[in-house]
């Protein structure tokens, strides 16, 4: 029987986060019979790689070196030419030019996907990231948007035809991210008295774009404000990042540090969001949120911006609620909504379970993408 084919997945680096989630989950949840994978990457991988089920699948890197690195487009074009894949699909900017390597390379389709924006450019909205995006166009055959959001972005602002963009939304494994189970076994407020704590959580990279900082300054609101919570709230902030440092900084200026975790990053998220009582994500921008989309499939209402995809994932006031970014006082105000009702907590974390497995299950995604490259070979 002939091989399966080949799809090359170019990204930038293949660690902790949002996007390198969703292609691992995309690959282990790909029957082996459809499609064979390889991972390239720019600038190397870390342990997370090992969070790759298949033992088919080939991670390279071309060590790309900081700043310029000319060469790399080189070794980009051999490893290409040595995989001989029947599709490419590279990710976000960093690896937008990379279309054009692949075309030189002789590979027959390529897909680019869009997953969102970073700190330099949270709006999406920087002239050279534009007009590298434009510039890629020509070389690129069909685009991925993982939100309705970044679709209209990508026609609207790249000027990508409608007819080339298909968006499809990331999934999240329900089984393994479910309310019932244990907690972690550092779970640092475990032999706290039986007035337990209250815990609000986020799980992110310590980023700017991730605006831990804003979640800090509502936290203290709240530890400061009287109430039945008064002495029980905590806060886990779960990932590693460039910001650690100032967030850990802004914690002490606050008063607040002795109440905060900085549980790094982690491969437990399952059982770490069991332990929150409420999620909350205050970033400046989003795309689709994997780590929503797992708070809600663990039962947990979730408090997040109203940016990018965040509201076609949340049900603002039924399976969570919403707030305006950058203002620390509606993120309070809505968590103090929650820890002041238990049961509109245990409603909405309901609600968002059930809306996870009706709208975001992950064979939904598999299903899209696996569709997607069918249609890609079908014009052969």
Not at 293 to 321: C, F, H, Y
Request: aromatic share 6%; hydrophobic share 45%.
């Amino acid at each position: 029987m002939a091989d399966a084919p080949l799809i090359a997945h170019l990204i930038y680096r293949l660690d902790y986060g949002g996007l390198e989630n969703g292609l691992v989950n995309l690959i282990n949840g790909m029957p082996r019979d459809r499609y064979r994978h390889a991972i390239v990457c720019l600038a190397g991988f870390s342990a997370f790689r090992d969070r790759i089920a298949r033992d088919d699948v080939a991670v390279v890197s071309v060590d790309k070196r900081p700043g310029k690195d000319v060469a790399a487009y080189g070794r980009i074009w051999r490893q290409l030419r040595r995989l001989r894949p029947a599709i490419v699909h590279s990710r976000n900017l960093g690896t937008a030019d990379l279309q054009w390597v692949a075309l030189a390379a002789g590979v027959r389709h390529r897909v680019h996907g869009e997953h969102g924006w970073d700190a330099a450019d949270p709006r999406g909205e920087s002239v050279r990231g534009l007009r590298i995006r434009r510039l890629c166009r020509p070389a690129t055959e069909c685009y991925v948007a993982v939100s309705k959001d970044i679709a209209r972005w990508l026609e609207d602002r790249v000027d990508v035809p409608e007819n080339r963009i298909h968006q499809i939304y990331n999934g999240v494994d329900a089984q393994r991210f479910n309310p019932a189970g244990d907690l972690p076994l550092d779970w640092p407020w475990a032999r706290e008295p039986s007035n337990r704590p209250l815990v609000i959580g986020t799980v992110g990279r310590l980023d700017p774009i991730k605006n831990q900082a804003g979640l800090l300054a509502a936290f203290a609101r709240l530890v400061q404000a009287p109430g039945t919570h008064t002495g029980r709230l905590r806060l886990a902030l779960v990932g590693a990042g460039p910001e650690e440092v100032r967030l850990r900084e802004a914690a002490q200026a606050l008063g607040i540090a002795p109440l905060v975790w900085f549980a790094g990053a982690r491969a437990d998220a399952p059982a770490l969001l069991r332990g929150f009582d409420i999620f909350a994500l205050p970033s400046l921008n989003e795309g689709i949120s994997n780590t929503i989309l797992e708070a809600m499939a663990s039962g947990r209402p979730v408090v997040a911006a109203r940016v990018g995809g965040n509201g076609e994932l949340i049900e603002d006031g039924v399976s969570g609620s919403l707030y305006d970014s950058q203002d620390a006082g509606a993120l309070a105000g809505a968590i103090g909504r929650y820890l002041d009702d238990p049961d509109l907590r245990a409603a909405h974390g309901a609600a968002a379970r059930e809306r996870c497995l009706s709208h975001f299950a992950m064979e939904a995604m598999v299903r899209g993408y696996t569709e997607l490259y069918d249609g890609l070979l079908a014009r052969n």
